[in-house]
C-alpha cells in the first residue's frame, strides 16, 4: 500500500524567496515519486520525477526536489519564486517500474505575492 | 507533442440522466488511460485502469455499473456516469500512458468538472 502526505494545503510566499513544499510518502515497495503542478483550468504537467537513479532530482522551470530515504521525503524547492509559479502542486507516488496507477497527495495551493 | 484533451470541460446535468467524458490522446497511442476523481480540497482518487480492447479495472469501492468505461481505440477512452446524483459532482481527470514512452509516461486531461442538480 502507498500513501502521500503533503504537508501544509496551502503556502504563501513573496516573489524571489525560497519555495519549499513538503511531501512525504509512504511505499511498501521502493517507490517513484513525482511532482505535479497544475494550473487554473488546465491538466497536469509533470514538474520531475524520481526512479531509483540520482536522490537530488532536477525538473522544469527551476523546480527540484531531494529524495531522502530515511526521512520517506521527496520535498520540493524553488530558490526564488516567481509570479508564473502561482498554481497547485500534487507529490505522487508509483511503485514498481511503470507509471502505472499513483497516488496523489492532498495537494499544496502556492501563492506568490510581488 | 503528448497532448490528452478531454471532453467536455464542464457539464451540468439533472439527476437521473447520464454523462458522458471523453479522453483521447491527440498525437500518441495510449494503451492504457487511468481515470481519477478530485474532490473539492482533497486527493485525486484513481477509480479505474481503462485498458484498449479490454475491460477495465476498477479500483475497490468504485461502482462499475456507476462508472461505465470504454477504451475502444489506441486514442480514445470515455466515462459514462450513469444515472448521475448530485454526490457524483466531482473533478474528473483522466491520464494516458504514452506507449513510445520509457515506462509508458503519463500525461494527463485538462479535467471535467461535473455539477448534477
Known amino acids: 500500500a502507498q500513501s502521500v502526505t503533503q504537508l501544509g494545503s496551502h503556502v504563501s510566499v513573496s516573489e524571489g524567496a525560497l519555495v519549499l513544499l513538503r511531501c512525504n510518502y509512504s511505499s511498501s515497495v521502493p517507490p517513484y515519486l513525482f511532482w505535479y503542478v497544475q494550473y487554473p483550468n488546465q491538466g497536469l504537467q509533470l514538474l520531475l520525477k524520481y526512479t531509483s537513479a540520482a536522490t537530488l532530482v532536477k525538473g522544469i522551470n527551476g523546480f527540484e526536489a531531494e529524495f531522502k530515504k530515511s526521512e520517506t521525503s521527496f520535498h520540493l524547492t524553488k530558490p526564488s519564486a516567481h509570479m508564473s509559479d502561482a498554481a497547485e502542486y500534487f507529490c505522487a507516488v508509483g511503485a514498481g517500474t511503470s507509471y502505472g496507477k499513483l497516488t496523489f497527495g492532498q495537494g499544496t495551493i502556492l501563492t506568490v505575492h510581488p | 507533442g503528448a497532448v490528452v484533451s478531454q471532453h467536455p470541460s464542464r457539464v451540468i446535468c439533472k439527476s437521473g440522466t447520464s454523462v458522458k467524458i471523453e479522453c483521447r490522446s491527440l498525437d500518441f497511442q495510449a494503451t492504457t488511460m487511468f481515470w481519477y476523481r478530485q474532490f473539492p480540497k482533497q486527493s485525486l482518487m484513481l477509480m479505474a485502469t481503462s485498458n484498449e480492447g479490454s475491460k477495465a479495472t476498477y479500483e475497490q469501492g468504485v461502482e462499475k455499473d456507476k462508472f461505465l468505461i470504454n477504451h475502444a481505440s489506441l486514442t480514445l477512452s470515455t466515462l459514462t456516469v450513469t444515472s448521475a446524483h448530485p454526490e457524483d459532482s466531482s473533478f474528473y481527470i483522466c491520464?494516458?500512458?504514452?506507449?513510445?514512452?520509457?515506462?509508458?509516461?503519463?500525461?494527463f486531461g485538462e479535467g471535467s468538472r461535473l455539477t448534477v442538480l
Open positions: 491520464s494516458a500512458s504514452h506507449s513510445g514512452r520509457a515506462n509508458g509516461e503519463l500525461f
